[in-house]
T-cell receptor
Framework: RKEVEQDPGPFNVPEGATVAFNCTYS??????FFWYRQDCRKEPKLLMS???SGNEDGRFTAQLNRASQYISLLIRDSKLSDSATYLC?????????????FGTGTKLQVIP | EPEVTQTPSHQVTQMGQEVILRCVPI?????FYWYRQILGQKVEFLVS????????KSEIFDDQFSVERPDGSNFTLKIRSTKLEDSAMYFC?????????????FGDGTRLSIL
């Protein structure tokens, strides 16, 4: 099983649609979880942290299911500017440093 | 908002040459990281650095690679004898701490092209 696995997509959705991305991770000791977005040939940019209780930031909702080792990101009312690759990032905090693993990313294309 | 800065934005080098990629992490951050991303592939961890020493390195980070914090602001990645397969985007990142919930902040990367 890959350490962090995502459906690569692409997800092609119309403007205004709701879209959900999933991510699974293999190391149950992982402690911190994030969603980043990456535009073509740019750096990953932090979108949001993912908390056990679930959290929301505007149109974005992130969920964590530790029992199933599963993270999700829901985007409501998709905008053209949401087109990007969404990276699931899983971190193991160990011995005073972070062991960071990126998923391969899920590509989203929002269509007018 | 403070940010991680990287130079140069694009580096073109002949195979076998040495290259140094530079990063200035966010000023109050203590943990530093290098990643690479080959075109079309995922972001891969190279090395983490804290308190002037390497905390962890991946299999990619072999003897051709080294990191250094030569002064209080810069964090460099050196590739001694570049190979064609070193062509990639190289991202520097930093965090304030290494505790739970600390996100990594990325620089905008250096595109390394080996000819």
């Amino acid at each position: 099983r890959k350490e962090v696995e995502q459906d690569p997509g692409p997800f092609n959705v119309p403007e205004g649609a709701t879209v959900a991305f999933n991510c699974t991770y293999s190391n149950s000791a992982s402690q911190s979880f994030f969603w980043y977005r990456q535009d073509c040939r740019k750096e990953p940019k932090l979108l949001m942290s993912v908390y056990s209780s679930g959290n929301e930031d505007g149109r974005f909702t992130a969920q964590l299911n530790r029992a199933s080792q599963y993270i999700s990101l829901l985007i409501r009312d998709s905008k053209l500017s949401d087109s990007a690759t969404y990276l699931c990032v899983v971190i193991l905090n160990s011995g005073g440093y972070q062991k960071v693993t990126f998923g391969t990313g899920t590509k989203l294309q929002v269509i007018p | 908002e403070p940010e991680v800065t990287q130079t140069p934005s694009h580096q073109v080098t002949q195979m076998g040459q040495e290259v140094i990629l530079r990063c200035v992490p966010i000023s109050n951050h203590l943990y530093f990281y290098w990643y690479r991303q080959i075109l079309g592939q995922k972001v891969e961890f190279l090395v983490s650095f804290y308190n002037n020493e390497i905390s962890e390195k991946s299999e990619i980070f072999d003897d051709q690679f080294s990191v250094e914090r030569p002064d209080g602001s810069n964090f460099t990645l050196k590739i001694r004898s570049t190979k064609l397969e070193d062509s990639a985007m190289y991202f520097c990142a930093s965090t304030e701490g290494a505790g739970q919930g600390q996100p990594q902040h990325f620089g905008d990367g250096t595109r390394l092209s080996i000819l």
